[in-house]
């Protein structure tokens, strides 16, 4: 997250490092309803991302924790995290999430996330810690910290002022923007996607489900067992040699791998996506291994992925009609389109008569699916005016 300048925030900036401080701070910040948290890390050479910096406050108490200080033990903030009666407060929370969720071996729960409420709080879609401070609190954001070296000690303050302002800000945000969707009636729109960010599977580290992350561009047996066990042989490798996966294969050369089926380390060589070299590597040997498995037994290692149905191209005429009619809608209720429908989601929309969508769910349909659906049969009409677009019912 980006750094900040809070200019309501006083006292001194509380840097914990050692466990008996931590311990003395979860106490205090175990009496607010809600935990406005923020890390800084680093894991551009690494597969593990290093957590050097932890933010958090309450309404009335902040302090940042050093995860990197000898000796000390993060269990009072993990277990602070686990309580599922306080809402866990992030701006953008994928990444933090991931690393908590390791951390503490599950997904901290629930969570309100600043950037999905922005949406249905109509300020934009995926906006950024930034704009959202100077939208919200009139603040400014001061980036000149951002991408200093958070793992390297002491920290200055300039570092922490700017750490600290992430979470002195963020819960000012959090009560602005949570009590304006509960006014509305809008805190419902927000919790299937809050379901979703905590789903486990999205921070899943197991090798076996690694192929999940790759597009599947064939559907035969020996594609998807190569596909899927050089999938998982790469994570474990990464996982094991704390590397990006792109270090050690990217996944341009998986999916050339899982086409061409190599079998013997000359094969792989002349391969254009693998990197040269690489079959004379330490790692050569074991891919062409994993390889060699799935090969002989494609069944044993082929993951079950369900076809999907050719139905052709959506009608084009149809697609664009939609995309105007959502963007309309969206405007005239104040929230990001992607709240509602994605662009796969307008396609299939445009194909099929009833699809299995969210937009034709719950809020959405009320607000979009039934329009749509009117659309597509003539008894709605986009009509121009000097004010924009006007939905006519014909």
Known sequence: MSGTTDHDQSGEIRLITDTAALEAACVELAKGDFLAVDTEFHRESTYWPQVCLIQIATDDYDALIDPLAPGINLKALLDLLADTSRVKVFH????????????????????????????????????????????????????????????RRPLSPKQLEYARGDVTFLRRIYRILHDKLEKQGRLDWIADEHAALVDP??????????????????????????????????????????KPRGRILKDDAIQEIAQQKPRTLDALDRMRGVQQGF???????????????????????????????????????????????????????????????????????????????????????????????KLKTGKVALAASPKGVRIVEV
């Open 92 to 151: 953008a929370a994928r990444q933090d999430l991931e690393i908590f969720s390791r951390l503490m071996g599950k997904v901290p729960s629930p969570v309100f996330d600043s950037q999905i409420a922005a949406m249905a709080a109509g300020l934009g879609d995926s906006i950024s810690y930034e704009n959202l401070v100077a939208r919200t609190v009139k603040g400014t954001v001061d980036k000149s910290s951002q991408f200093t070296d958070w793992a």
């Open 279 to 373: 079959a004379k590597s330490r790692h050569g040997a074991g891919l062409i291994q994993a390889i060699n498995e799935a090969l002989d037994d494609p069944d044993k290692y082929a993951p079950v992925v369900e076809r999907p149905e050719s139905s052709g191209p959506p009608p084009g005429a149809i697609v664009e009609l939609l995309k105007v009619l959502l963007k309309q809608v969206c405007d005239d209720a104040g929230i990001a389109t992607r709240l509602i429908a994605n662009a796969a989601d307008i396609e299939t929309l445009a194909r099929e008569n009833e699809p299995d969508i969210p937009a034709l769910k719950g809020w959405r349909r009320e607000i979009f699916g039934e329009k749509a659906l």
């Open 201 to 242: 599977e999205n921070y899943s580290f197991d090798p076996k489900d690694a192929w999940k992350r790759q597009k599947i561009r064939k559907y035969r047996n020996d594609y998807l067992a190569v596909l899927a066990n050089v999938s998982a042989w790469r994570e474990r490798v990464a996982q094991e040699t704390d």
